[in-house]
């Protein structure tokens, strides 16, 4: 797909809303996250699934922290949920985010913690096998390089692919890791340069 056409709206009506994942780590990637969904259109049409790594053993308030900033309603997804547009969705921290077929949101106990820090390419990858082209993955800020392989496996299916201008910040290397692990990416910008793309792709407009 040329990149000078990859964000003008698509008129394939799929069986799926358009998904958008979102994968970071760590208090600037809950920052970014907050920031980014803040700066999207209540009316965007597409569901937009969130993976951030954070502690198992303690509970998380993470919802209510996206909620606060977000023009979407953030929800809990449930097991076998189907996914609607304009809905923030997130899993358990013990149970990872997945999409299934259909528009349906699975989530994916791991009691021995097989994926570890391999959530957001867990997500990345099952958004790219049963949402396709009607896909956009977005990496933020985040230390390691989860992501980087499922953001090239939502390439590869036709989704869209975005991520986070890197920080000077050697710490803060998940943007980095995704653009230099080899695939080809849409986008590379700012939170707003982002949340541009996501509206325009999906048809809407940020006023």
């Not at 799926?16 to 600037?28: E, N």
């Not at 937009?48 to 198992?56: A, D, K, L, P």
């Not at 106990?109 to 390419?121: A, E, F, G, L, V």
Request: glycine share 10%; hydrophobic share 40%; net charge negative.
């Amino acid at each position: 797909m040329a990149v000078s056409s990859v964000f003008a709206p698509r008129s394939d009506n799929g069986p799926i809303p358009w998904i958008v994942a979102v994968g970071a780590s760590g208090a600037d990637g809950v920052n970014d996250t907050k920031a980014l969904l803040g700066a999207l259109p209540s009316t965007l049409s597409a569901a937009v699934m969130v993976v951030i790594h954070r502690s198992w053993d303690h509970q998380s308030y993470l919802r209510d922290t996206l909620a606060s900033a977000s023009a979407l309603p953030v929800v809990i997804l449930a097991d076998g949920q189907h996914l609607q547009i304009g809905i923030v969705y997130i899993g358990e921290p013990s149970q990872h985010l997945t999409l299934a077929s259909n528009g349906i949101g699975e989530l994916v106990d791991d009691p021995s913690r097989h994926y570890r820090n391999r959530t957001i390419d867990l997500l990345f990858h099952s958004v790219a096998a049963h949402a396709g082209p009607r896909a956009i993955g977005v990496i933020l800020s985040g230390t390691l390089d989860d992501g980087s392989r499922g953001l090239v496996a939502m390439h590869e299916a036709g989704g869209i692919t975005m991520v986070l201008t890197p920080s000077s910040s050697p710490e803060h290397d998940m943007p980095r890791n995704a653009i230099d692990f080899g695939g080809p990416v849409d986008l590379i910008g700012s939170i707003t340069s982002i949340a541009q793309g996501i509206s325009k792709a999906c048809g809407d407009q940020i006023s």
